[in-house]
């Protein structure tokens, strides 16, 4: 934290900074900063591999319940109905 005091002595004006330690207060500051890093490494990696684990687990390569309307979509689109200026 910074402080400006000022001090008048006879006819001469000063301003002095005084800037104190930053203060401990919080727990990251008194963890040893290695564990800081694999405490956040791990915080951001788990969850992110988390969900790959997910999406590999539980992926399917196939239409699934309320998709069949795409299958019309993807058709027209291999006999280039869909995009007619494109399919020449």
């Known amino acids: 934290m910074t402080r400006v005091t000022t001090d008048v002595s006879g006819d001469e004006l000063m301003a002095r900074v005084e800037t104190e330690a930053p203060s401990r207060d919080r727990i990251v500051d008194r963890i040893?900063?290695?564990?800081?890093?694999?405490?956040?490494v791990l915080g951001f990696g788990l969850p992110l591999i988390g969900y790959l684990?997910?999406?590999v687990r539980y992926s399917v390569n196939?239409?699934?319940a309320d998709q069949w309307s795409d299958v019309t979509v993807i058709k027209q689109s291999y006999?280039?109905?869909l995009?007619?200026?494109?399919c020449v």
Do not use: E, G, K, N
């Open 32 to 40: 040893d900063p290695r564990l800081v890093r694999l405490l956040t």
């Open 53 to 55: 684990w997910l999406l």
């Open 62 to 64: 196939t239409m699934y």
């Open 79 to 81: 006999a280039c109905l």
């Open 83 to 86: 995009y007619t200026s494109r």
